[in-house]
């Protein structure tokens, strides 16, 4: 109950398209749902995050979309940069006490120009 | 800010040597975590601290692992005797304790067990 699954595996799309990215979580006490972009060589840093009382929020090029009763969140790149090209996580905790995150697995997103 | 600083960020050492990985969290960050990062399982978290206090060691995957926080700017986590199978980056984070307010991570400590 405590997974986070996240698909796909990897992804590629042409610059200046849409770039997506699917989670699905089961543990519906979850009500903290960030993403978190990692460069090679770096640690993961925090982009854009969202409580379940919003079904959308946006950042820059940046949004994300979260349906609670399908208990799925998503994260949409906009005009998707070459310097875009990173490993994307989401995940998922409860918003109060310390923040035990579960991270999905992973996303390698390339740009191609 | 300097961010979460980590040290050292590579460590090569034999099996059987024991290592300890440092971290220096954001001042003011109340909340600290230690994570391990594999191709094979992701991103995993060993371990959390609130106020320098240990809260959730359940993810630590032995004994061999151990974890401090003796006062609010450091902490450590050492693995004795290390294994191949411990080779890993193990990354440092913090946060404050604001709620909804996010986690920030060090850049990573790449550790290979020979």
């Known amino acids: 109950q405590q997974q986070v699954k996240q698909s796909p595996q990897s992804l590629i799309v042409q610059k200046g398209g849409i770039s997506i990215i699917n989670c699905a979580y089961e543990?519906?006490?979850?009500?903290?749902f960030p993403w978190y972009q990692q460069f090679p060589g770096k640690g993961p840093a925090l982009l854009i995050a969202i409580r379940p009382d919003v079904s959308e929020k946006k950042e820059g090029r940046f949004t994300i979309s979260f349906n609670k009763s399908a208990k799925q969140f998503s994260l949409h790149i906009m005009d998707s940069q070459p310097g875009d090209s990173a490993t994307y996580f989401c995940?998922?905790?409860?918003?109060?006490?310390?923040?035990?995150?579960?991270f999905g697995q992973g996303t390698r997103l390339t740009i191609n120009p | 800010d300097a961010g979460v600083i980590q040290s050292p960020r590579h460590e090569v050492t034999e099996m059987g040597q024991e290592v300890t990985l440092r971290c220096k969290p954001i001042?003011?960050?109340?909340?600290l975590f230690w994570y391990r990062q594999t191709m094979m399982r992701g991103l995993e978290l060993l371990i959390y601290?609130?106020?320098?206090?240990?809260?959730?060691d359940s993810g630590m995957p032995e004994d061999r692992f151990s974890a401090k926080m003796p006062n609010a700017s450091f902490s450590t986590l050492k693995i004795q005797p290390s294994e191949p199978r411990d080779s890993a980056v193990y990354f440092c984070a913090s946060r404050s304790g604001t709620s909804g307010s996010g986690q920030f991570f060090g850049p990573g400590t790449r550790l290979t067990v020979l």
């Open positions: 543990n519906t006490a979850f009500d903290y």
């Open positions: 995940a998922a905790s409860k918003v109060q006490g310390a923040q035990k995150l579960v």
């Open positions: 001042s003011g960050h109340n909340s």
């Open positions: 601290f609130n106020n320098n206090v240990p809260i959730d």
